[in-house]
Protein backbone atom coordinates (compact mmCIF):
# COMPACT_ATOMS: atom_id res chain seq x y z
CA UNK A 1 0.00 0.00 0.00
CA UNK A 2 0.75 3.70 0.21
CA UNK A 3 1.00 4.34 3.73
CA UNK A 4 1.94 2.45 6.71
CA UNK A 5 -0.72 0.57 7.98
CA UNK A 6 -0.61 0.27 12.06
CA UNK A 7 -3.28 -2.27 13.89
CA UNK A 8 -4.88 -1.99 16.03
CA UNK A 9 -5.42 1.53 16.83
CA UNK A 10 -5.72 1.04 20.63
CA UNK A 11 -4.97 -1.79 22.49
CA UNK A 12 -6.10 -2.20 25.87
CA UNK A 13 -4.40 -4.93 28.11
CA UNK A 14 -4.50 -5.54 32.14
CA UNK A 15 -1.11 -5.46 33.48
CA UNK A 16 0.91 -8.83 33.11
CA UNK A 17 -1.46 -9.21 29.71
CA UNK A 18 0.17 -9.78 26.27
CA UNK A 19 0.41 -6.98 23.73
CA UNK A 20 0.53 -7.36 19.75
CA UNK A 21 1.33 -4.81 17.60
CA UNK A 22 1.13 -4.84 13.84
CA UNK A 23 2.96 -2.90 10.92
CA UNK A 24 2.39 -3.42 7.00
CA UNK A 25 4.86 -1.13 5.49
CA UNK A 26 4.43 1.06 3.00
CA UNK A 27 5.03 -1.90 -0.71
CA UNK A 28 8.62 -1.47 -2.02
CA UNK A 29 10.13 -0.20 1.22
CA UNK A 30 12.97 -2.13 2.54
CA UNK A 31 13.18 -0.81 6.76
CA UNK A 32 10.87 -0.89 9.19
CA UNK A 33 11.14 0.90 12.51
CA UNK A 34 9.32 0.84 15.77
CA UNK A 35 9.44 3.72 18.21
CA UNK A 36 7.53 3.98 21.30
CA UNK A 37 6.07 7.73 21.65
CA UNK A 38 5.37 8.50 25.57
CA UNK A 39 2.79 11.56 26.83
CA UNK A 40 3.71 13.00 23.46
CA UNK A 41 7.38 13.62 24.23
CA UNK A 42 10.11 12.39 22.30
CA UNK A 43 10.16 8.92 20.10
CA UNK A 44 12.30 6.42 21.52
CA UNK A 45 13.79 4.31 19.11
CA UNK A 46 13.03 0.56 19.67
CA UNK A 47 14.10 -1.24 16.78
CA UNK A 48 14.23 -1.52 13.04
CA UNK A 49 14.33 -3.90 9.99
CA UNK A 50 15.82 -4.34 6.96
CA UNK A 51 13.64 -6.81 5.12
CA UNK A 52 13.23 -9.97 7.90
CA UNK A 53 16.66 -9.11 8.75
CA UNK A 54 17.04 -7.07 12.79
CA UNK A 55 19.24 -4.06 11.35
CA UNK A 56 19.54 -2.42 14.62
CA UNK A 57 17.97 -3.12 18.31
CA UNK A 58 20.01 -0.83 20.81
CA UNK A 59 16.86 0.66 21.61
CA UNK A 60 14.91 -2.67 22.93
CA UNK A 61 14.55 -4.12 25.88
CA UNK A 62 15.86 -7.03 26.63
CA UNK A 63 13.22 -8.46 28.64
CA UNK A 64 9.28 -8.33 27.47
CA UNK A 65 9.84 -7.12 24.42
CA UNK A 66 10.85 -8.65 20.71
CA UNK A 67 9.47 -8.07 17.39
CA UNK A 68 9.86 -9.57 13.58
CA UNK A 69 8.93 -9.11 10.48
CA UNK A 70 8.46 -12.09 8.45
CA UNK A 71 8.31 -12.26 4.74
CA UNK A 72 4.47 -11.76 3.12
CA UNK A 73 3.25 -11.31 6.56
CA UNK A 74 2.88 -7.83 9.21
CA UNK A 75 5.58 -6.94 10.86
CA UNK A 76 5.20 -7.07 14.23
CA UNK A 77 6.09 -5.93 18.18
CA UNK A 78 4.92 -7.97 21.18
CA UNK A 79 5.33 -7.16 25.08
CA UNK A 80 5.16 -9.87 27.27
CA UNK A 81 3.80 -9.39 30.89
CA UNK A 82 2.47 -5.56 30.03
CA UNK A 83 3.39 -3.22 32.80
CA UNK A 84 2.05 0.17 33.43
CA UNK A 85 4.85 2.04 32.39
CA UNK A 86 4.01 0.21 28.82
CA UNK A 87 1.72 3.10 28.08
CA UNK A 88 2.33 4.41 25.23
CA UNK A 89 1.71 5.32 21.39
CA UNK A 90 3.69 2.64 19.37
CA UNK A 91 4.64 4.12 15.94
CA UNK A 92 5.59 2.35 13.16
CA UNK A 93 7.58 3.68 10.27
CA UNK A 94 8.90 2.10 6.43
CA UNK A 95 11.79 3.85 4.17
CA UNK A 96 13.35 2.97 1.26
CA UNK A 97 16.79 2.90 2.74
CA UNK A 98 18.43 3.49 5.89
CA UNK A 99 21.54 4.26 4.23
CA UNK A 100 20.21 6.74 1.57
CA UNK A 101 18.97 9.25 4.03
CA UNK A 102 15.63 8.81 2.49
CA UNK A 103 12.35 10.09 4.91
CA UNK A 104 10.96 7.84 7.55
CA UNK A 105 7.18 7.60 6.56
CA UNK A 106 5.13 7.11 10.05
CA UNK A 107 1.94 4.97 10.32
CA UNK A 108 -0.88 6.11 12.55
CA UNK A 109 0.25 4.42 15.77
CA UNK A 110 -1.42 2.00 17.92
CA UNK A 111 -2.41 3.23 21.61
CA UNK A 112 -1.27 0.78 23.90
CA UNK A 113 -3.02 1.70 27.28
CA UNK A 114 -2.36 -0.89 30.58
CA UNK A 115 -4.82 -1.08 33.28
CA UNK B 1 25.07 8.32 23.45
CA UNK B 2 23.54 10.75 20.76
CA UNK B 3 21.20 13.26 22.06
CA UNK B 4 19.47 15.53 20.65
CA UNK B 5 17.92 18.91 22.00
CA UNK B 6 14.91 20.97 21.28
CA UNK B 7 14.16 24.33 22.34
CA UNK B 8 12.11 25.68 23.58
CA UNK B 9 9.70 22.97 24.24
CA UNK B 10 6.60 24.88 23.79
CA UNK B 11 6.07 27.55 22.43
CA UNK B 12 3.18 30.17 22.29
CA UNK B 13 2.54 32.22 18.99
CA UNK B 14 0.43 35.07 18.50
CA UNK B 15 -1.00 34.37 14.87
CA UNK B 16 0.45 36.42 12.10
CA UNK B 17 4.44 36.52 14.27
CA UNK B 18 7.20 34.78 13.37
CA UNK B 19 9.05 31.97 15.56
CA UNK B 20 11.98 29.37 15.49
CA UNK B 21 12.43 26.76 17.25
CA UNK B 22 16.06 25.05 17.88
CA UNK B 23 17.86 21.92 17.59
CA UNK B 24 21.08 21.07 19.30
CA UNK B 25 23.12 17.67 18.81
CA UNK B 26 25.85 16.42 21.17
CA UNK B 27 27.64 14.79 18.64
CA UNK B 28 28.43 16.17 14.53
CA UNK B 29 25.57 14.94 12.24
CA UNK B 30 25.52 13.26 8.95
CA UNK B 31 22.25 14.75 8.65
CA UNK B 32 19.23 15.91 10.49
CA UNK B 33 15.46 15.60 9.49
CA UNK B 34 12.27 18.00 10.43
CA UNK B 35 8.77 16.77 11.28
CA UNK B 36 6.04 17.50 11.94
CA UNK B 37 3.02 15.71 14.28
CA UNK B 38 -0.15 17.43 14.70
CA UNK B 39 -2.52 17.07 17.85
CA UNK B 40 -3.53 12.99 17.96
CA UNK B 41 -1.66 12.87 14.22
CA UNK B 42 1.34 11.20 13.27
CA UNK B 43 4.97 12.75 12.36
CA UNK B 44 4.71 13.93 8.81
CA UNK B 45 8.23 14.46 7.05
CA UNK B 46 8.93 17.82 6.02
CA UNK B 47 12.59 18.15 5.05
CA UNK B 48 16.46 16.86 5.19
CA UNK B 49 19.10 18.75 5.73
CA UNK B 50 22.73 17.69 4.77
CA UNK B 51 25.55 19.92 3.60
CA UNK B 52 27.42 22.34 6.34
CA UNK B 53 25.37 25.80 6.28
CA UNK B 54 23.01 24.64 4.23
CA UNK B 55 19.47 27.12 4.16
CA UNK B 56 15.84 25.47 2.79
CA UNK B 57 12.95 26.85 2.49
CA UNK B 58 9.53 25.94 1.90
CA UNK B 59 6.96 29.16 1.66
CA UNK B 60 6.99 30.31 5.17
CA UNK B 61 9.37 27.58 6.59
CA UNK B 62 13.32 28.10 6.68
CA UNK B 63 15.15 25.55 7.64
CA UNK B 64 18.80 25.90 8.75
CA UNK B 65 21.83 23.52 9.28
CA UNK B 66 24.46 24.95 11.47
CA UNK B 67 28.06 24.96 9.73
CA UNK B 68 29.30 22.75 12.28
CA UNK B 69 26.58 19.87 11.71
CA UNK B 70 25.52 19.63 15.44
CA UNK B 71 22.45 21.81 15.12
CA UNK B 72 19.70 23.29 12.72
CA UNK B 73 17.05 25.68 13.12
CA UNK B 74 13.27 26.04 11.73
CA UNK B 75 12.04 29.48 11.49
CA UNK B 76 8.40 30.24 10.65
CA UNK B 77 7.07 33.47 9.44
CA UNK B 78 3.48 34.80 9.67
CA UNK B 79 2.04 32.12 11.76
CA UNK B 80 -1.33 30.51 10.78
CA UNK B 81 -3.41 28.20 12.96
CA UNK B 82 -2.57 25.67 10.56
CA UNK B 83 0.89 25.34 12.11
CA UNK B 84 -0.17 24.27 15.35
CA UNK B 85 2.04 21.16 16.02
CA UNK B 86 4.72 20.01 17.34
CA UNK B 87 8.07 20.15 15.46
CA UNK B 88 10.51 17.44 15.86
CA UNK B 89 14.24 17.27 14.77
CA UNK B 90 15.55 13.68 14.36
CA UNK B 91 19.42 13.41 13.82
CA UNK B 92 21.73 10.66 11.97
CA UNK B 93 25.47 10.64 12.92
CA UNK B 94 26.65 8.33 9.95
CA UNK B 95 24.42 6.74 6.91
CA UNK B 96 22.70 3.32 8.32
CA UNK B 97 22.50 4.74 11.67
CA UNK B 98 19.51 5.36 13.51
CA UNK B 99 17.58 8.64 13.53
CA UNK B 100 17.67 10.18 17.15
CA UNK B 101 14.83 11.83 17.67
CA UNK B 102 14.44 15.65 19.74
CA UNK B 103 11.98 16.11 22.53
CA UNK B 104 9.46 18.33 19.71
CA UNK B 105 8.67 21.76 20.07
CA UNK B 106 4.77 21.87 21.21
CA UNK B 107 3.53 25.14 18.87
CA UNK B 108 0.17 26.87 20.06
CA UNK B 109 -1.20 29.68 18.01
CA UNK B 110 -3.26 32.27 19.49
CA UNK B 111 -6.05 33.90 16.74
Known amino acids: GEEVAQTPKHLVRGEGQKAKLYCAPI?????VFWYQQVLKNEFKFLIS????????ETGMPKERFSAKCLPNSPCSLEIQATKLEDSAVYFC?????????????FGDGTRLSIL | GQQVMQIPQYQHVQEGEDFTTYCNSS?????IQWYKQRPGGHPVFLIQ?????EVKKQKRLTFQFGEAKKNSSLHITATQTTDVGTYFC???????????FGGGTRVLVKP
Open chain 1, 93 to 105: ASSQSESQNQPQH
Open chain 1, 27 to 31: KGHSY
Open chain 1, 49 to 56: FQNENVFD
Open chain 2, 27 to 31: TTLSN
Open chain 2, 49 to 53: LVKSG
Open chain 2, 90 to 100: AGRKAAGNKLT
